[in-house]
């Protein structure tokens, strides 16, 4: 079974702080992707990484980074953090299958709020 | 336009009723198309993907009309457990990474 684990479920932080969100998946997946989803939006992709080192912007990056140090391993980082980036963060995997066929695989979530 | 649409619903059927959930795309060249089931609170797992030739799992049947763009997921024989959100997803481009995911319908079936 594929596994997608982020670091925190739930997680409180103050306007301006540097936040860090880890996420670990066990399956040697090359793709790694960070959305957040918020109420009537769906998820939003905010980057995506399809190698070590390798990141492209989604199309909401502003105001988050990410690292991609080992395969494995996708942070995200919220350099300074605001209350409009109070959300529900999903880190996910996939493989890279011809014609986009992978099946990305979801972490459980981290509740963010930002006061 | 947002790129891929669905009718958020909610849907509030009794079980056992038959359940249909559309949903359209906007980029002709979408490659593929899935659909994912999230249960409350809990995060987005593929429900099944979509082919050009539509395709069954069990009570599930999911379609695919290019020359609409709009694929559909035909719900059988509702059960109890199949309250949940539905979020239909397009991979607009061959290889691509940027899937599309839709808002998502959400699903309730009552006793």
């Known amino acids: 079974d594929v596994k997608v684990t982020q670091s925190s479920r739930y997680l409180v932080k103050r306007t301006g702080e540097k936040v860090f969100l880890e996420c670990v998946q066990d399956m040697d997946h090359e793709n790694m992707f960070w959305y957040r989803q918020d109420p009537g939006l769906g998820l939003r992709l905010i980057y995506f990484?399809?190698?070590?080192?390798?990141?492209e912007k989604g199309d909401i990056p502003e105001g988050y980074s990410v690292s991609r140090e080992k395969k494995e391993r996708f942070s995200l980082i919220l350099e300074s953090a605001s209350t409009n980036q109070t959300s529900m963060y999903l880190c996910?995997?996939?493989?890279?299958?011809?014609?986009?066929?992978?099946?990305?695989?979801f972490g459980p979530g981290t509740r963010l709020l930002v006061l | 336009r947002k790129e891929v649409e669905q009718d958020p619903g909610p849907f509030n059927v009794p079980e056992g009723a038959t359940v249909a959930f559309n949903c359209t795309y906007s980029?002709?060249?979408?490659?593929?198309f899935f659909w994912y089931r999230q249960d409350c609170r809990k995060e987005p797992k593929l429900l099944m993907s979509?082919?050009?030739s539509g395709n069954e799992d069990g009570r599930f049947t999911a379609q695919l009309n290019r020359a609409s763009q709009y694929i559909s997921l035909l719900i059988r024989d509702s059960k109890l457990s199949d309250s949940a959100t539905y979020l239909c997803?397009?991979?607009?481009?061959?290889?691509?990474?940027?899937?599309?995911f839709g808002a998502g319908t959400r699903l309730f079936v009552k006793a």
């Open positions: 996910a995997s996939s493989l890279s299958l011809a014609g986009g066929r992978e099946t990305q695989y």
């Open positions: 980029n002709s060249a979408s490659q593929s």
């Open positions: 997803v397009v991979n607009p481009r061959t290889g691509g990474f940027k899937t599309i």
């Open positions: 979509v082919y050009s």
């Open positions: 990484s399809y190698d070590v080192k390798m990141k």
